[in-house]
C-alpha cells in the first residue's frame, strides 16, 4: 500500500464529534441530510456515528449507509470502542454500505490508563491487535486510534501502532484529543511515528484533533508537512468543549496556499491541481445548513464563512478591493459559493420556477416538501420587494430542516411600546390535537412570547442563548433566531426564519420545546419498555 497518496483525504466527523456538541443532538432525518450535504462537498469518508452507544445512533448510520454509502460516493464510517459489542453493532450498522469503514479506538496515555480505563500497557498491548483483528474479518476498512496520543509516552504509542497494523488496520489515527499540543511538536510527533513504526508504510496517517488551545488548523497543517495524510475535522468546527479542527479552513488553506504545500505531497511546487476532494463552492451552504440543524451559530468573525469574512469596513481596505480584489482578499467569495445573487422570483412566480431555482442551488426536494417550501415562499415574496438566494435556502431549512411537530404555533400576538407592559397572547396545538391559548406580561415581547408559551407547554426549562441575525440586507430582510434551552443537564437547540422577527422568535422557541418534548416521550417509551426487576425471595 502506498501510504504518501498526492492528495490530503477528509474524513468528516461532524455526525459523530460534532454532535457531542453541547445542544447539537441531531435527529436521525437531519442527520441523513446533513450526510447528502456532506456527499455533495465531497468528503472522502464520512463518520456517521458511534453505532453501540444508542439505538437512534444505530439506525442513524444505518440509514446514512443505505441512502448515501452508494457505488461512487463516500466510504461511511462508524466509531466504536476496541471492544467486541461495539465492533459488532458498527459492522451491523454498516452493511447497506458499498464501502465501510471501522473506527475502532482504545487510550494510550498512563494518565488514562491509570484513571479512566485501569488497565497496564501490557493490556492495552494484548486488546488492539485482537480487537483490530475481530474488525478486519467483518469489513476490509479498518482505522485505528490511540486516544490521548498527544501525550502518551511514544515509544509506547510506536509499540501500540505496529501492533494495530499488523493486526490489520489501514489507517491510523493520531488523535491531540484534548487539544494540548503545539503545532511543532504535533509534527514531530508524526515525524517521530513515520521514523519509529517499523510497517507505517501499510498504513495511512491520520490525524483528529481538538481546539481548545484555539491551535487545531495549525497542528494539521503542521501534521501535512510531516507525512499526515488524512484529516479528521467538522465543518464550522463543532464538537467537543472548543471543538475540532474546521473543515473549511484546513480546506480552504490547502486550496490558497497549495504551490506552499505541493512540495510536502510530491508534487511539482506550481501544480494547480487540487490537493482534496472537496467542491470548495459547496463550503458556505453546507456551512449554513450544520449551522441551521445543530442550533450552532457561526461567530461573525470566523474564517471563511463567518458574516465579516469578506467584509471591508476600512477606507482603505474598501478602496483597494474596489481597485483590485487581490489587495485585500485572498481568496474569492465565489470559491465558497458565497453570491450576492438575486433571481428573478417573486409573489406571481409559478411552482416550476421554484422547483428550477432550487434544484440550481442544489436542494432536490420531495413533491411534499416542495409544496411546504412553495406554500412559504409565497408568503414571504407578499412581504419582499426582492428575494434572494439566501432567503430561498433560509425557507427551504426552516420549513424542511425542522423537528418533529409535536407542539405547533397557530398564532402569536403582541403588544408593546416604550410606556407599555409587554403582553403577548399565543395559540398552540397539543400534541393530541386541542388547541390552547393563553397570554403573559415579560420584559420585552419575546419575552412575553415565551412566557405565555411555558403556560402553555408547562415543561419547565431554562432559556441559555438567544440569537438572532438577518439573512440579508434591507428593513424587509428576513430574521433568523436561534435558540438554546437547558432541561435536567441536556441542552436542546432551536431554529426560525420570518420577516417577522417576533414569529421566528415564537417558532424557534416551539422547535426546541418540540426536541425536548420529543426525547422526554423516548425516555418514556424506553423506561416502559425496559425489563422489571425480578426480586427472587
Known amino acids: 500500500m502506498n501510504n504518501q497518496p498526492d492528495r490530503i483525504i477528509i474524513f468528516d466527523t461532524t455526525l459523530r464529534d460534532g454532535e457531542q456538541s453541547p445542544g447539537a443532538t441531531l435527529n436521525v432525518d437531519e ?15 464520512i463518520e ?87 474488525a478486519k474479518s467483518l469489513v476490509d476498512d479498518v482505522e485505528f486510534s490511540p486516544e490521548d496520543a498527544g501525550r502518551s509516552d511514544p515509544e509506547f504509542l510506536y509499540q501500540v501502532l505496529e501492533s494495530a497494523i499488523a493486526a490489520g488496520a ?78 473549511e479552513e484546513l480546506v480552504m488553506a490547502l486550496h490558497v496556499r497549495r504551490q506552499y504545500f505541493n512540495p510536502f505531497l510530491g508534487r511539482p511546487a506550481d501544480s494547480t491541481e487540487p490537493l482534496t476532494n472537496i467542491n470548495t463552492k459547496e463550503i458556505y451552504r453546507t456551512s449554513r445548513l450544520v449551522s441551521n440543524l445543530t442550533g450552532m451559530m457561526v461567530q461573525p468573525n470566523k474564517a471563511i464563512v463567518g458574516a465579516n469574512a469578506f467584509a471591508h469596513e476600512s477606507g482603505i481596505h474598501q478602496d483597494g478591493v474596489l481597485k483590485h480584489k487581490l489587495t485585500y482578499e485572498i481568496m474569492d467569495a465565489e470559491s465558497i459559493g458565497l453570491t450576492n445573487n438575486q433571481i428573478v422570483l417573486g409573489k406571481l412566480s409559478g411552482r416550476n420556477a421554484f422547483r428550477t431555482r432550487l434544484k440550481e442551488l442544489g436542494f432536490d426536494l420531495s413533491e411534499t416538501d416542495l409544496n411546504k417550501a412553495f406554500l412559504r415562499f409565497k408568503e414571504v415574496a407578499d412581504k419582499k420587494k426582492e428575494i434572494t438566494d439566501w432567503d430561498l435556502e433560509a425557507i427551504v431549512n426552516d420549513e424542511i430542516n425542522t423537528a418533529p411537530e409535536l407542539f405547533r404555533l397557530e398564532l402569536v400576538q403582541v403588544s408593546c411600546g416604550d410606556n407599555a407592559r409587554p403582553t403577548a397572547t399565543v395559540a398552540l396545538r397539543t400534541p393530541d390535537g386541542k388547541e390552547l391559548m393563553d397570554a403573559a406580561i415579560g420584559t420585552g415581547p419575546v419575552d412575553a412570547v415565551y412566557k405565555a408559551i411555558n403556560r402553555v407547554v408547562n415543561i419547565p426549562n431554562e432559556l441559555i442563548e438567544f440569537s438572532v441575525k438577518s439573512v440579508t440586507a434591507g428593513i424587509d430582510a428576513m430574521g433568523e433566531v436561534t435558540i438554546r434551552l437547558r432541561h435536567e443537564g441536556r441542552i436542546y437547540s432551536g431554529h426560525a426564519a420570518n420577516t417577522d422577527i417576533i414569529v421566528a422568535s415564537a417558532r424557534a422557541y416551539i422547535s426546541a420545546l418540540n426536541r425536548l418534548y420529543a426525547a422526554l416521550q423516548q425516555k418514556e417509551t424506553a423506561e416502559s419498555e425496559a425489563p422489571q426487576e425480578v426480586v427472587v425471595s
Not at 462508524?78 to 458499498?98: F, S, V, Y
Open 31 to 45: 442527520k441523513l441530510t446533513i450526510a447528502t450535504a456532506l456527499a455533495r462537498l465531497g468528503v472522502d469518508i
Open 48 to 134: 456517521a456515528g458511534f453505532p453501540y452507544a444508542s439505538p437512534g445512533d444505530f439506525e442513524a448510520v444505518q440509514k446514512i449507509a443505505e441512502a448515501v454509502g452508494v457505488e461512487g460516493g463516500p466510504t461511511i464510517c462508524g466509531l466504536a470502542r476496541a471492544t467486541q459489542q461495539d465492533i459488532k453493532a458498527a459492522a451491523e450498522a454498516l452493511k447497506p454500505a458499498a464501502k465501510k469503514r471501522i473506527h475502532t479506538f482504545l487510550a494510550t496515555s498512563d494518565i488514562h490508563l491509570e484513571y479512566k480505563l485501569k488497565k497496564t500497557r501490557q493490556e492495552v498491548l494484548q486488546i488492539v491487535p485482537e480487537m483490530v483483528a475481530y
Open 170 to 247: 489501514t489507517t491510523v489515527n493520531i488523535p491531540d484529543t484534548v487539544g494540548y499540543l503545539t503545532p511543532s511538536e504535533f509534527g514531530a510527533l508524526i515525524k517521530g511515528i513515520k521514523e519509529n513504526v517499523s510497517n507505517i508504510d501499510r498504513a495511512i496517517i491520520s490525524v483528529h484533533g481538538h481546539n481548545d488551545l484555539g491551535l487545531a488548523v495549525a497542528n494539521f497543517l503542521e501534521a501535512v508537512k510531516n507525512g499526515a495524510r488524512q484529516l479528521e475535522c467538522t465543518i464550522n468546527g463543532i464538537g467537543e468543549r472548543a471543538g475540532n479542527a474546521a473543515m
